[in-house]
Each structure stands twice: as C-alpha cells, then as structure tokens.
C-alpha cells in the first residue's frame, strides 16, 4: 500500500479509509454496549454511527466526510463515557467544534439539493459572504434547537441537561462561534474551487466534481 492510498483511502470496496475506521469505532461500540446490557449506550452510539453511514453514502469531500464522523464520534463517546461528567470543559468543547465540523456539511447537503449554490461553482466576493451568512446560519440554528431539545428534556424527562440561564447563552455563544468558524472553513474551501467533490471508490487519481 503507497502513500497516498494509506492516507486518501480506497483500502477496500468495504473499509474505505482511517474515516471508515471511525465509524466502526461508533458501530462497534453500539455491538459492544448492546452485548453488554446497556441499550442507553448503545442507541446513541448506533445513531450516531447511522448518521456516519448516511454521510458515507451521499460521497462527502473526504475532508468534511471526516470532520462530520469525528463530531459524530467526539459527541457519542463523550456521552457514553461520561465526559461531559468528568471534565468541566469538554461541553465547551463540544459547543464549538459541532457546529464548526457539521455546520459546513449541511451547507454541502443543501447544495447537493439545489438549495443553496455548489460551493465549485464560479463565485464572487458577495457569493462568498452569501455562503459564510448561510453557514453561519446553520450551525447557530442547530445549536438552539439542541438547547431547545436540553430544555424540554429537563422538563419532561427530569434530565438536568440545562443548568441555568448563563449556561444556556453561553452554549449557544460557543454554538455561534463553532459556526463561525465552519463558514469560514468552507469559504476558503469554495475559494479554492474544491466545491462539494465527491470520491469515486476505488479511484484515487481523479475525483469526480459534478455533485
């Protein structure tokens, strides 16, 4: 195995890459907690590793395909582990790096739809501000609907997800910030022309960039 095919992937029709490697970590440890008794652990870990699969299918860039299953494996296995517990700042962590590695990917999504502009296409100064306010957009969305979800669980369910009303802005200012900085990632990325380009398996000498 060279170089390039260690690193960009295309090892075998079922274990693509390392980001392969990533997803079986979430799935497997679904396996494992399911064994074990535990099915609070398991469906979240089983959900999340869906929702890696889901991104696996669609042909993500290989950049955002990885940024999207590490958020999806840095969110289930923190909560599973009890990190969010143990140390005080990993919900800080997670407020800033969801929206910052998803955020992008709904954009991408949307544009795979039609939605929104290909980030390949040719673009200007104002069509790069449109896709930054769209990206932004996203991810500060999706951090309020979840503390929508923290609020709603705490009084139904009797979690304690929110802590106070300080804890709640300070979410979503880290949410804002993540998302931030998501946009300004794929910015760069449509500047550079990469668009949404999707791998071709088993081909890692041309990528294919008509999404």
Same mark, same amino acid.
């Given at each position: 195995?060279?170089? @390039? &095919? $260690?690193?960009?992937?295309? %090892?075998?029709?079922? !274990? @693509?890459?390392?980001?392969?490697?990533?997803?079986?970590? $979430?799935?497997?440890?679904?396996?494992?907690?399911?064994?074990?008794?535990?099915?609070?652990?398991?469906?979240?870990?089983? /959900?999340?590793? /869906? #929702?890696? #699969?889901?991104?696996?299918?669609?042909?993500?860039?290989? #950049?955002?395909?990885?940024?999207?299953?590490?958020?999806? !494996?840095?969110?289930?296995?923190?909560?599973?582990?009890?990190?969010?517990?143990?140390?005080?700042? *990993?919900?800080?962590?997670?407020?800033?790096?969801?929206?910052?590695?998803? /955020?992008? =990917? #709904?954009?991408?999504?949307?544009?795979? $739809?039609?939605? !929104?502009?290909?980030?390949?296409?040719?673009?200007?100064?104002?069509?790069? /501000?449109?896709?930054?306010?769209?990206? *932004?957009?996203?991810?500060? &969305?999706?951090?309020?609907?979840?503390? !929508?979800?923290? %609020?709603?669980?705490?009084?139904? *369910?009797?979690?304690?997800?929110?802590?106070?009303?300080?804890?709640?802005?300070?979410?979503?200012?880290?949410?804002?910030?993540?998302?931030?900085?998501?946009?300004?990632?794929?910015? =760069?990325?449509? @500047?550079?022309?990469?668009?949404?380009?999707?791998?071709?398996?088993?081909?890692?000498?041309?990528?294919?960039?008509?999404?």
């Amino acid at each position: 195995m060279d170089t @390039r &095919t $260690l690193v960009l992937g295309d %090892w075998s029709p079922v !274990v @693509r890459d390392g980001i392969d490697l990533l997803r079986l970590t $979430l799935l497997g440890g679904a396996l494992g907690y399911a064994l074990a008794g535990d099915p609070g652990a398991a469906t979240t870990l089983a /959900a999340l590793g /869906a #929702l890696t #699969l889901l991104a696996r299918l669609v042909q993500l860039p290989r #950049l955002y395909d990885l940024s999207f299953t590490a958020a999806m !494996v840095l969110q289930g296995w923190g909560e599973v582990l009890g990190l969010y517990d143990r140390f005080v700042r *990993f919900d800080d962590l997670v407020h800033v790096t969801l929206p910052m590695l998803t /955020a992008p =990917v #709904l954009y991408i999504a949307l544009a795979r $739809l039609d939605v !929104v502009p290909d980030p390949k296409d040719e673009t200007h100064g104002r069509h790069y /501000a449109g896709i930054a306010v769209v990206t *932004f957009a996203l991810g500060a &969305t999706l951090g309020a609907l979840w503390e !929508v979800v923290e %609020w709603r669980s705490d009084a139904w *369910f009797g979690t304690s997800l929110s802590i106070d009303n300080d804890d709640t802005v300070g979410d979503l200012v880290r949410d804002c910030l993540g998302s931030l900085l998501g946009a300004g990632l794929l910015v =760069v990325w449509a @500047r550079w022309g990469w668009g949404s380009v999707r791998r071709i398996p088993g081909v890692n000498t041309h990528e294919e960039v008509d999404a």
